[in-house]
């Protein structure tokens, strides 16, 4: 009985393990020299210049300026996931509308928030919730949650009306379903602390 439970859920089962792994702290908290946005396929520099004043952080183009006492890590590692649902807000969004759009769905309202454990979710009254760290994913795979949870607001469930609304909408779904499952592996530390 066990066995069988095992093989039908191994998906699900290892999913909650890669969850719990990044939960757990499986990556390195460093602060960074560089942040590359897969989604966006934006890359930035990160600088740090110490100086006798809180940490600031300035966003130059390409580049990230923090200043100030950089020894206050945890206060500067606050100040780069500030700023991360900032660029997770400005990408995500808009692709969401357009996703909405080309599809013919609509939802009320969209947020971004630094979620542990969640890549998204989509509430009674159409309000859906990005993760911000979907930053740090493929944009086939930002493409797919975004579906995922647009189809939410026809179906609040799984039911097998929504994983065919999910398929008529994004054909390799079940591919970016695994890899969106493994995807806690490329989200650095900094951004989940």
Request: aromatic share 6%; with cysteine; proline share 2%.
């Given at each position: 009985l066990v066995q069988q439970f095992v093989a039908r859920h191994r998906d699900w089962i290892q999913r909650k393990v890669e969850e719990l792994r990044h939960v757990a702290g499986g990556h390195s908290n460093a602060l960074p020299a560089e942040i590359l946005f897969p989604a966006s396929g934006q890359r930035y520099a990160v600088e740090y210049q110490p100086a006798r004043h809180p940490p600031r952080l300035r966003?130059?183009?390409?580049?990230?300026?923090?200043?100030?006492?950089?020894?206050?890590?945890?206060?500067?590692?606050?100040?780069?996931?500030?700023?991360?649902?900032?660029?997770?807000?400005?990408?995500?969004?808009?692709?969401?509308?357009?996703?909405?759009?080309?599809?013919?769905?609509?939802?009320?309202?969209?947020?971004?928030?630094?979620?542990?454990?969640?890549?998204?979710?989509?509430?009674?009254?159409?309000?859906?919730?990005?993760?911000?760290?979907?930053?740090?994913?493929?944009?086939?795979?930002?493409?797919?949650?975004?579906?995922h949870e647009l189809a939410h607001t026809v179906h609040m469930n799984h039911s097998r009306r929504f994983w065919r609304l999910v398929e008529r909408m994004e054909g390799d779904w079940q591919v970016l379903d695994r890899e969106l499952g493994r995807g806690w592996r490329h989200v650095p530390g900094w951004a989940t602390a």
């Open positions: 966003h130059c183009g390409e580049r990230l300026l923090v200043s100030g006492e950089l020894e206050r890590e945890a206060l500067v590692r606050h100040l780069l996931q500030r700023w991360l649902l900032r660029a997770a807000h400005g990408h995500l969004v808009p692709l969401l509308a357009a996703a909405a759009r080309q599809h013919g769905l609509d939802f009320r309202r969209a947020q971004v928030r630094r979620q542990r454990t969640r890549w998204g979710s989509c509430s009674r009254a159409g309000t859906i919730s990005l993760n911000a760290c979907l930053m740090f994913q493929s944009p086939d795979v930002v493409r797919y949650l975004l579906v």
